[in-house]
C-alpha cells in the first residue's frame, strides 16, 4: 500500500520524519517554476486518488467489488489526500497575505 500523502507533501517537507514515504516522488523546487511543478503535481495527485475511489465505489454499487474493505480503504486516502492538499492551499493563502500586509 502507497502512502496516501507521498505525492502531495509541500517543498520543504523533508524535515518531517516517522512518516513513510513523505518525500517519496516529491520533486525539489529550486524556483518558483519548481513551486508550480510540486503544486501541480499535487493536485494531479489528488485526481488519481479520488478517481480510483470513484471507480471501486461504482465496482461496490453494481456487486463487482469482491472486498469492499479496498474501497473504504480507497475512500481514506482520498479524503486525507484532500484535505493535505486544501490544508497547503489554505496555509499558502495565510502566507501570501501576511507577506502583502508586511512594511516597505
Known amino acids: 500500500m502507497t502512502s496516501p500523502i507521498g505525492g502531495i507533501l509541500p517543498v520543504g517537507v523533508g524535515a518531517i520524519t516517522g ?45 463487482d467489488l469482491k472486498d469492499v474493505h479496498d474501497y473504504m480503504i480507497a475512500r481514506n486516502e482520498a479524503s486525507l489526500a484532500t484535505e493535505m492538499v486544501v490544508t497547503f492551499k489554505n496555509k499558502a493563502v495565510e502566507a501570501f497575505n501576511e507577506i502583502m500586509r508586511m512594511p516597505v
Open 19 to 63: 512518516v513513510a514515504g513523505a518525500t517519496e516522488g516529491v520533486p525539489q523546487a529550486q524556483n518558483a517554476d519548481g513551486f508550480a511543478a510540486v503544486l501541480a503535481a499535487s493536485f494531479d495527485k489528488l485526481q488519481g486518488t479520488q478517481a480510483a475511489a470513484d471507480e471501486l465505489a461504482a465496482q461496490a454499487a453494481t456487486g
